[in-house]
């Protein structure tokens, strides 16, 4: 199973990215899709989640209203994307799957780093 993030790098603050998770080595469509997201010091935190079997999302408070969560089952692949990034915003964004209590997989992450 590998879950490969794309699209993080450095912004100003104000501006957009939008992250990709492509996942091969399961069953895409079978599993909720999340993202977390850990800044230096600080603990690791959902930040957004489209679950099974609707589709529905959750996000964070911290970015609602900026971040928006989606999925393309035809290209295996989990969105997020970041609009209105802050400093705050900072951290390794990582993809993370989920099937039932047992099938659990991580990516490896990828780094936003918000400038002020």
């Known amino acids: 199973v590998h879950l490969v993030e794309t699209g993080g790098g450095l912004v100003q603050s104000g501006g957009s990215l939008r992250l990709s998770c492509a996942v091969s080595?399961?069953?895409?469509?079978?599993?909720?899709m999340r993202w977390y997201r850990q800044a230096p010091g600080k603990e690791r935190e959902l930040v957004a989640a489209?679950?099974?079997?609707?589709?529905?999302?959750n996000i964070a408070d911290s970015v609602k209203g900026r971040f928006t969560i989606s999925r393309d089952n035809a290209k295996n692949t989990v969105y997020l994307q970041m609009n209105n990034l802050k400093p705050e915003d900072t951290a390794v964004y990582y993809c993370?799957?989920?099937?039932?209590?047992?099938?659990?997989?991580w990516g490896q992450g990828t780094q936003v780093t918000v400038s002020s």
């Open positions: 993370y799957a989920r099937h039932g209590m047992v099938f659990n997989y």
């Open positions: 080595g399961l069953t895409f469509s079978r599993y909720d």
């Open positions: 489209i679950e099974l079997p609707g589709g529905s999302t």
